[in-house]
């Protein structure tokens, strides 16, 4: 297979194929020839696992997750890859490519189709304009994956890596507590790719405690006071939480009081149990 980080080899698949970047897909393809390695290596990519890429680009990333994984599913929306990758992939018989929008993919079903008794794994150099809806799209469907290790851009990986009740922390950070742990494992400059995006990127890798911490609690009204207390981060949280979800603030007030937390309070002040606390409270004081 040929070097898909060498420009010029890149450059001449490109051309030959007539085939030109979609800012709007998010196709920033890297040229940088250690990241590849790096991400399959840290993100399980190994005997025994069963990975799933999103976005394939030329294939470059695919190829080095296929060298050391069982197999490979990746999920590519952008059906003018498909030649290419027929091309730059052909040498791999363990790579199975669908041609999606990885949020309208069954994942619980494609793994049950596709990795038999495989461990699960996800790596993937996301598009960045979805970032945070495929995060939780994965964490959601609450699939048997391991891990999920992605590269997103620096300030979106200060987010996911941000402990819950601080300032960096906002409804993606809850998000990823609530299912697991995020750790950052390194930093891409914007020029390991072509085209350059305008920002710096980070590799981060999502470990998923798929025996659930919080006990027995209505998860999607959870999310949804987490969403809403999130979506207007600048007011209090009972101004935020009312407004978007048209719950009387009056409610919301008692449910503080009682907790022993000011009315006043933002909701990246609360730790992970009080927001456990105040979403059933809630909850409790509607029914
Ligand atoms: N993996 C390649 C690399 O590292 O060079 C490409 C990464 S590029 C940042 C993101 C890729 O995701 C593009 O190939 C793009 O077409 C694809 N993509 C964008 N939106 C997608 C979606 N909703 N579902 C699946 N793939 C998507």
């Keep these: 297979m040929n070097n898909l980080t060498n420009l010029n080899i890149l450059k001449d698949i490109l051309h030959r194929h007539g085939f030109s970047f979609s800012k709007g897909l998010g196709q920033n393809f890297l040229i940088n020839s250690s990241v590849c390695p790096r991400i399959a290596e840290m993100g399980n990519a ?51 490519i669908i041609n999606k929008d990885i949020l309208e993919v069954d994942i619980v079903k494609l793994i049950e189709e596709e990795f038999g008794g495989m461990n699960v794994a996800v790596c993937a150099n996301l598009p960045y304009y979805i970032t945070s809806p495929i995060i939780m799209f994965l964490l959601e469907s609450m699939a048997r994956i391991d891990s999920i290790t992605v590269m997103v851009q620096k300030e979106a990986a200060q987010r996911l890596c941000a402990e819950v009740g601080t300032r960096q922390s906002g409804a993606i950070t809850v998000g990823v507590k609530y299912y697991g742990e995020a750790k950052l494992l390194f930093n891409v400059s914007r020029g390991s790719f072509m085209p350059a995006p305008k920002v710096d990127s980070s590799v981060i890798r999502i470990d998923i405690n798929n025996d659930k911490r919080y006990g027995e609690i209505d998860e999607s009204f959870f999310f949804r006071i987490v969403r809403a207390g999130f979506s207007q981060r600048r007011k209090t949280l009972a101004n935020s939480i009312s407004s978007t979800l048209g719950i009387s603030k009056d409610i919301i007030f008692e449910v503080l009081l009682n907790m022993g937390i000011n009315q006043a309070a933002r909701i990246e002040e609360l730790a992970m149990n009080e927001l456990i606390i105040l979403s059933e409270s809630i909850k409790k004081s509607l029914n």
């Design 46 to 96: 190994k005997e025994g696992y069963g990975i799933i890429e999103i976005g394939t680009g030329v294939g470059t990333l695919t190829a080095e997750l296929a060298r050391r994984a069982d197999k490979v599913v990746a999920i590519e929306i952008d059906s003018r890859l498909l030649p290419i990758l027929e091309e730059t992939l052909h040498d791999f018989d363990n790579i199975k």
